[in-house]
């Protein structure tokens, strides 16, 4: 794995797999069966500082990076994927506010985030596609008290449980015609706002994902996030960066307890009167399984890095998240065939980790667009 | 200090609840063992601190005491660590013994050291044997690593060897009829004085054991086969003190409802120091449950079960029978 | 009135790698080389016990160990947790001691390094586990120690009540300190380091002592200074033998309970 972590770095880890063995690996399993979010620990995590680690002291974080926040998700996402996820998906709704927000905005609600008094939520994603960006059929229009929101968006996680929303959707359109994109900030009990359908998902289960409609909500004229028609703006950066981080390192941690399992089932299985390890074929799938999660650790904390030392690394991460969430599938995939019958049986962990790195990859934007990033980044 | 000046061996007897504890008689018997390896036949001394302490002289007498020292005071009658090291480090200071036992009890891990210190004595403590060697050196086994490892502790310029032993490690001997001599002693003990205060002592019943604290555990696996048996199982658990663990197939077969007593890779993992298994295959998702218990006893009637590869000791035959021959037996 | 308070902890190989613990069958000395080490867990439950007491009346909280210079790692987790203050008591002469010299010498450095209220620590260590330190370090203090603590309540003027375990229920004592109090893992849920604990640890004081830093009479530390001294080591067999025990139902039985008995368990 990545090895130039500084010492703080290092403690780091360290620390939150004590937290994460203590308070998410025994349950990690029953929330997957049980598709329940355990929204009770966002406090724990955020007592710990662990929520909003990016956010400088003023408003509440600890003022780490990038790097400091994969390192959570990738511990938390060893054993739980989903809740992993929901961890995530708060923490881009202050990464939107941090990056972009009014000091006003900062000031009211970072340090709320940060102790997760306020669960974070951000809607961008359509019926009309994810892909498609800037189609949004969500209007933001401006009246005379501020602006009214009104718009359906799907597959939000933390839909059900988030307080603080950020929603994106067309204010307007430029001089080209073409749709201008906002973003605004919903606080806590604006009525309106509501949770739909929930979705029942084949992973990522332990994190809560669903529809999220808005029927004329009422927002204040400093509703909005940033400036005005900047919205797709925040959208990609808090996504390219934050989301797609995030999911790399989710997979990460998926690539981490594959490597684990696999070792410890084979030790552990006995075949022709020795350990599966002693079998070239299963040493074979071992290997990769190591050889996978150490590209990935390698890469993502590399791209972190660059980001933390305030380089843009959106083309970087669509690679890194293409390529970890790819492997995380192939090694849950190839550590089932490790374990033989035992591979589909619910009782071990591999199936699930399986299911979640299925369902990580569309999350963020899909491997095919992830693609066209790079090569658009490359053929520029 | 003066080594061969020292001979005789103290064993420190405890009281628990009115009674000299099991542990304690266990030592006597220990002692007499040592006792007949020392050419010179060191005298075996039962030391008790207490309060109305007449009433087990026969008993310390019968387990193998020569002679019996009784530190028989009300100042003793409920406990305070300092005052019972000091009586028992001024009884070693009068009689200088060369080998001191103490219980490995929750007393006895305080007092022992502390009266170590007073001597200005080495002691081994939590021993697992205690043996004389072919050169009159007295040697004290002791675990460390969890038991991965076991060293020999001697303590060649001090004395007296101080050794600490739990219950259960050394057995008791009688000698019926034994007659002891029983002296009074009233050592002038001050401890800590007034900077100790007891305020209240509180006896307690026993708790219920969770499995992860449990040090025996009894598990059945599909081969029990019905309810009756699980039941059979678990009458065992209670005369053992043990608790009952199960497997997937027990929870599936609807014998018990203690989901959470599962062995097993999703279930839990146990260390206790004695593991029973009864009409259990041994599948890796219970095995990897039980990899670093203690001692691993297996029942089963196929020969080739898979469990018997990671049991200290196999047992092929009809669980019930083993199991019903050891609720007699008990 | 604030507490100025001790912790005294251990670190020790991680419990998880135990059986990559191998012996050297030369020089008789457990090999611990790339095992890694991790505070005791009970000296945790100590350091918690300190800090509640911190938190609770003021003070500060100082701790002290006696290790390899690798336990500069071991003890910036400590900082991370709380703690305020760090000594390392590290020097190979300080090497090989048994639980006098082990106590004496941490005695000389918490009396090097200044007045303490309460000295706590954990009852036992996962790899040696005698339990015997808390009480001798107490003697070598010459103040009351009691081991197998509970709960601690300080009164504000020099005395603690504190609740210890017995083999029959538990006994509350009111002790005046300054004391010894060594406890166990039902005393508390330690803490988990949080992040600003964690960016803070760098700064906090780390003192490393060498033997001539502390005043000590050679003769008492380290393996010189113990009174009792190693002998052979030897791993017990790791494999399972798979022995078989055969006979009738009765005579397996009887030979059963021989076993269980072996293994120091308490029938009933």
Known sequence: ????????????????????????????????????????????????????????????????????????????????????????????????????????????????????EVIGGLSVTEPTGGSDLTNQATTIEANENGYVLNGRKVFITNS?????????GTSGVNAKGRKELSAVLIPPGTPGLSAGRKEN???????????????????????????????????????GHFGRSGMSAIATGILRGCVEEAVKFGNERLIYGKPLT??????????????????????????????????????????????????????????????????????????????????????????????????????? | MDISAYKGIHVFC??????????????????????????????????????????????????????????????????????YAEALAQTAKKYLPEILLVGATLKGEEIGPTTAMMLHTGMAAHCVEL??????????????????????????????????????????????????????????????????????????????????????????????????????????????????????PALDEGWTEHDETMIGTSGVAIKPKVYLGFGISGAAHHTCG?????????????????????SDYKVVGDWEKIVEALIQVL | MSLSIAVCVKPVPDSDHYDKITIDPKTKRVNRDGIPTIINTMDKNAIEAALKLKEEHGGKVTVFTMAPDSAVENLRRVLAMGVDEAFLCSDRALGGADTWATSYTLYKAIAKAGAYDIVILGNETEDGGTAQVPSQLGEWMAIPHMTNVLSMAYDGEHKMTISRKTDEGSIKYRVALPAVFSVVRETNEPRIPNVMGILKAKSKPLTIFRAEDLDVNPEFIGLKGSPT????????????????????????????????????????
């Open chain 1, 1 to 116: 794995m990545f090895e130039f972590f500084n010492e703080d770095q290092k403690m780091l880890r360290s620390v939150v797999r004590e937290l994460v063995e203590k308070e998410v690996a025994p349950h990690a399993a029953k929330w997957d069966e049980e598709d329940k979010c355990p929204v009770e620990l966002f406090k724990v995590f955020g007592e710990q500082g662990l929520l909003g680690i990016f956010v400088s002291p003023e408003y509440g974080g600890a003022g780490l990076g990038l790097t400091e926040r994969a390192i959570v998700l990738e511990e938390v996402a060893r054993y739980s994927a989903g809740f992993s996820i929901a961890l995530m998906t708060h923490d881009l709704c202050t990464a939107a506010i941090y990056n972009h927000g009014t000091e006003e905005q900062k000031k009211a609600w970072l340090p709320k985030l940060c102790t997760a």
């Open chain 1, 160 to 168: 059900h449980i988030a307080d603080l929303n950020i929603w994106t």
């Open chain 1, 201 to 239: 998902k084949l992973g990522l289960r332990g994190s809560v994902t669903g529809d999220t409609i808005a029927k004329d909500v009422q927002l204040s004229a400093d509703a909005i996030v940033g400036k005005e028609g900047k919205g797709a703006g925040l959208a990609l950066h808090t996504i």
């Open chain 1, 278 to 380: 002693k079998i070239p074929a299963m040493q074979a799938i071992i290997a990769e399984n190591q050889i996978a999660f150490e590209a990935a650790s390698a890469m993502l904390y590399n791209a972190t890095a660059i980001y933390d030392r305030g380089e843009d690394a959106i083309a970087r991460l669509a690679a890194v998240k293409y390529f970890t969430t790819e492997e995380a599938v192939s090694s849950a995939r190839r550590t089932m065939d490790l374990m033989g019958g035992y591979g589909v049986i619910n009782e071990y962990p591999v199936g699930r980790f399986l299911r979640d790195a299925l369902a990580n990859i569309p999350s963020g934007g899909t491997s095919q667009i992830m693609k066209v990033i790079v090569a658009g980044n490359v053929l520029r």
């Open chain 2, 14 to 83: 405890e009281i628990s609840k009115g009674n000299i504890i099991e542990n304690s008689l266990e030592l006597l018997g220990e002692a007499t063992v040592l006792k007949s390896k020392i050419a010179h036949t060191p005298e075996v001394t039962a030391v008790v601190i207490g309060y109305a302490l007449d009433q087990y002289t026969d008993l310390l007498a019968e387990h193998g005491a020569d002679r019996i020292v009784l530190i028989d005071d009300k100042k003793y009658q409920d406990y305070r660590p300092d005052f």
């Open chain 2, 131 to 248: 043996n004389i060697r072919e050169d009159g050196q007295f040697v004290q086994v002791v675990p460390a690593f969890g038991g991965k490892v076991l060293g020999d502790i001697l303590c060649p310029n001090f004395r007296p060897q101080m050794a600490s032993m739990k219950a259960g490690l050394s057995s008791k001997v009688t000698f019926k009829g034994k007659e002891a001599v029983v002296e009074s002693f009233s050592p002038d003990v001050k401890g800590f004085g007034d900077k100790i205060e007891i305020v209240e002592v509180i006896e307690e019943t026993k708790e219920k054991i969770t499995l992860g604290g449990a040090e025996l555990v009894i598990t059945g696996g599909f081969g029990i086969g019905t309810q009756e048996g699980w039941y059979k199982l678990e009458q065992l658990a209670t005369k053992l003190g043990g608790v009952t663990g199960c497997t997937r």
């Open chain 2, 290 to 310: 039980i990899k670093t218990a203690g001692t691993i006893i297996s029942v089963n009637k196929d020969p080739n079960a898979p469990i018997f590869d990671v």
């Open chain 3, 229 to 268: 001294q190693p002998g052979d080591i030897f791993s017990p067999d790791m494999s399972r033998k798979s022995e078989v025990i055969s006979g009738e139902p009765e005579e397996i039985a009887v030979k059963i309970i021989a076993e269980i008995k072996k293994t120091g368990y308490v029938i009933g």
